[in-house]
């Protein structure tokens, strides 16, 4: 629960019988009871996400990049990710009307989103790598200031304080990156960038690449480095819904913009599959210690952007596009609806409990995470080739398998609907996947690097084993025989102390 979190009624409510009744009351509802700037912002960002998707139809009927030169380009990626932004953005707005009514700071959280999602267009638009950092800088001093929206609570400056450091570390690390290709070769564009990766010397290109891959991981929350996002359940709800369907994303797209540069070299893009595949096991063994509800989400992103960074270091750049889009839809709605979740949640059921299968269930979800994969390559074409495509679609595989055995072990559900939902839920879903990943790879295609697939090598084959094993001892549940995993897991998701509010009876006063 956090500050802006308190329970919202309509009614008298008695927090204890030795504290005072508080009254919310009814939402305002003449126009003059309220601020303005919550309306006119709101209806701004849906017109703002009108006109992206008349951006993006344009560029898709006549592929013609509009740029003005060395500063802003509209190129696929820009149109395919102004359409998310503004889309996330707009839901974000509307929900925050009813949600943050009453506040009395409405107009400066409504300007902050707002601002936020200017900042983010400007980011993926720019073609200056100068603009880039400015623009990486501001999207990460406004979100530390919405985690810290609550002014008079001491724990929501304490988190903001802490994002705040978190965000200027990753941007100093996006400014070295960018400083050490001017001062190296002069470029200070992304299209330079694009011309001189290959030439670069060997420890000048290290510094880049490496600089740019420690703020993708801050960025994205990733192990070890999920500490501030764990530790920003201060934030609203609504702005939490915007940090975890767009703000974090930012780490895929920072790789996709410097693909040129990042893919120089084999061995680090199998670095960063190695990289990503550790966070994102260990991203999912902590959600399976946490019980409070935003905890929970919060490990989850950590793992779905790790899954997003393997999809980078695979050399699937449109895949990992594709993915953090879809992640979005999935967070906004998780953080959006998390009350109810609360509510329809018996205390002690559907904690990280791993269901347990009979023998038919068991082959059915087999046969499910097959078919999935099956119907990903056929539809997308990759892993039909000797490449890291066939680790993508293993990828594809694992998560359909974990889909399939949690609606399969489902004892409350009727196996008429547990099977039936193989056909009308899970199959459809990743069709829509792989056709939603093959559109915007076309978008992508001539603007930036959309797919650079590498060779499978031993090593790709060790730390993929080693991956689907550790998943699959997860899926079991055999990590749970271990006490010393457990207390470790919960150390690692402890949020700092400074950010927790322990008494109780301090939600009287803020």
């Not at 960002?45 to 006549?62: I, K, P, S």
Request: aromatic share 10%.
């Amino acid at each position: 629960m956090t500050g802006t979190d308190l329970p919202r009624h309509d009614s008298h409510t008695t927090m204890s019988d030795t504290h005072p009744t508080r009254t919310v009351g009814a939402l305002p509802d003449a126009a003059s009871e309220s601020p303005r700037a919550p309306v006119w912002l709101t209806r701004l960002v849906w017109l703002l996400w009108l006109a992206t998707l008349g951006v993006l139809g344009a560029y898709v009927l006549t592929d013609t990049l509009w740029a003005i030169a060395g500063i802003v380009a509209v190129d696929g990626l820009t149109a395919v990710m102004w359409v998310a932004v503004t889309f996330f953005s707009g839901i974000v707005h509307s929900y925050s009307r009813r949600y943050m009514a009453g506040s009395e700071r409405l107009t400066a959280f409504f300007t902050r989103i707002f601002g936020f999602t200017l900042v983010v267009m400007v980011l993926v638009a720019a073609a200056n790598t100068v603009l880039f950092v400015l623009a990486w800088l501001a999207m990460g001093l406004l979100m530390a200031d919405l985690v810290g929206y609550a002014r008079d609570w001491p724990q929501a400056q304490a988190a903001a304080s802490l994002s705040r450091r978190y965000f200027l570390a990753s941007s100093a690390l996006v400014g070295v990156a960018v400083f050490v290709l001017w001062a190296t070769a002069g470029v200070t564009t992304f299209e330079g960038v694009a011309a001189v990766a290959d030439t670069l010397p060997f420890t000048t290109w290290l510094i880049v690449a490496g600089a740019l891959l420690l703020a993708a991981m801050i960025q994205s929350a990733l192990v070890p480095f999920h500490g501030w996002l764990l530790s920003s359940m201060t934030a609203p709800t609504p702005a939490s819904a915007l940090m975890h369907a767009g703000f974090v994303n930012a780490g895929g797209i920072l790789l996709v913009r410097f693909a040129p540069a990042v893919t120089v070299e084999a061995r680090f893009m199998l670095l960063i599959v190695a990289v990503g595949a550790a966070s994102a096991l260990v991203g999912k063994l902590l959600r399976t210690v946490q019980t409070d509800v935003k905890a929970r989400l919060g490990c989850s992103t950590t793992g779905q952007m790790s899954f997003m960074l393997m999809q980078v270091g695979l050399g699937f750049f449109a895949a990992a596009i594709t993915h953090l889009i879809l992640h979005g839809f999935y967070k906004a709605y998780e953080f959006l609806s998390n009350g109810s979740r609360v509510a329809h949640t018996t205390p002690g059921h559907g904690h990280g409990e791993t269901p347990s299968l009979t023998v038919v269930g068991a082959l059915a979800t087999g046969g499910t995470a097959a078919a999935g994969g099956i119907i990903f390559t056929a539809l997308t074409g990759e892993g039909l080739h000797g490449d890291s495509g066939l680790l993508l679609a293993g990828l594809v595989v694992l998560t359909t398998l974990h889909a399939a055995r949690q609606a399969f072990g489902r004892t409350g559900v009727s196996p008429a609907v547990r099977y039936g939902a193989v056909a009308l839920v899970f199959l459809p879903a990743i069709a829509v996947y792989g056709l939603v990943y093959s559109a915007i790879e076309d978008v992508m295609a001539g603007s930036v690097v959309a797919a650079a697939p590498t060779e499978l090598t031993a090593v790709h084959v060790v730390v993929a084993t080693a991956f689907a094993l550790v998943y699959l001892a997860i899926e079991t549940g055999v990590y749970r025989r271990s006490t010393r995993l457990y207390v470790a897991l919960r150390d690692m998701t402890r949020p700092a102390p400074k950010t927790v509010l322990t008494n109780t009876e301090e939600y009287d006063e803020y």
